[in-house]
Structures are given as structure tokens and as C-alpha cells.
């Protein structure tokens, strides 16, 4: 008999990047990119109710962040030539943000893939980047 899946104990504490500029803080569980939307939570044992559903085609991409404060005064390095592992790439978004790391599941016909910052001090610990929304994707 398979093993069902695990949830993880804590939520994802994210900042969510929407299209028109808008930045969403909040927690997500169980996050899937095989559906069309995901549930955003206020808080970290916010009921069901409480969450907030978005849609994919809004965003721009999900910041899995390490705390919600940042360390303003950093600003990361996207030197990827020390990255040990994963396909290393630069990700153009259609405002002209761009954020380089690694990825290990870069595939233009998916919804998405996550990016690992090449700055590990970076208070991004992984970006989920939604393709669609995106200009241009360089591997390096």
C-alpha cells in the first residue's frame, strides 16, 4: 500500500507578487502548481474560510520567504557561478525585474518552476515563477 502524502507541520510564510504590482503577504499549505489557484492565509493557523483564493494567470511569482521583515539594507548578488547544484538561470519578468539562481525542473510547457536565488543570503529561500508571465528565461 502506498504511503500517503505528509503535510508539512508549519505553513510557507510568502509574499505573493501580483501583475498590477501588489505584494500579498501571508502562509500557504499544501501548495500545488497542477491546479489553476492556490489558498493565501492571513495567518499561520488561519481556518480554511479565512484564506484567499489566487488565481495563477494573476501573479507573477511566490516568494517562499524566511521572514516577513527582509533585511532591507541587502541586496542579493546573482553571481551564479558558485550554485552547486540545478540548471543555472536569469528570469526576465515583463516589468523588467530580473532574479537569477537555479532551477532543477525548468520546462516552458508547465505553469511554472521554482528558481533557488544564487545569494544564500537572500531572504528568499525559493521564488515560484509563473512562466506565462514572464518576458524572457536565459539558462546560463
Do not use: C, W
Request: charged share 25%; no cysteine; proline share 6%.
Amino acid at each position: 500500500m502506498p504511503t500517503p502524502p505528509t503535510q508539512s507541520s508549519k505553513p510557507n510564510k510568502v509574499v505573493v507578487a501580483l501583475l498590477d504590482g501588489q505584494r500579498l503577504k501571508g502562509y500557504v499549505s499544501n501548495f500545488s502548481a497542477v491546479r489553476d489557484f492556490f489558498r493565501l492565509f492571513p495567518a499561520e493557523n488561519s481556518p480554511h474560510e479565512a484564506g484567499t483564493d489566487l488565481q495563477f494567470k494573476t501573479l507573477k511569482a511566490i516568494f517562499f520567504v524566511k521572514d516577513f521583515e527582509g533585511h532591507r539594507e541587502h541586496h542579493d548578488a546573482y553571481d551564479v557561478k558558485a550554485a552547486t547544484h540545478g540548471r543555472k538561470i536569469e528570469v526576465t519578468f515583463q516589468d523588467g525585474e530580473k532574479i537569477a539562481g537555479t532551477t532543477e525542473a525548468y520546462n516552458p510547457q508547465k505553469l511554472g518552476f521554482f528558481l533557488f536565488p544564487a545569494d544564500p543570503e537572500s531572504n528568499n529561500a525559493r521564488v515560484f515563477v509563473v512562466r506565462s508571465n514572464v518576458q524572457k528565461v536565459a539558462l546560463l
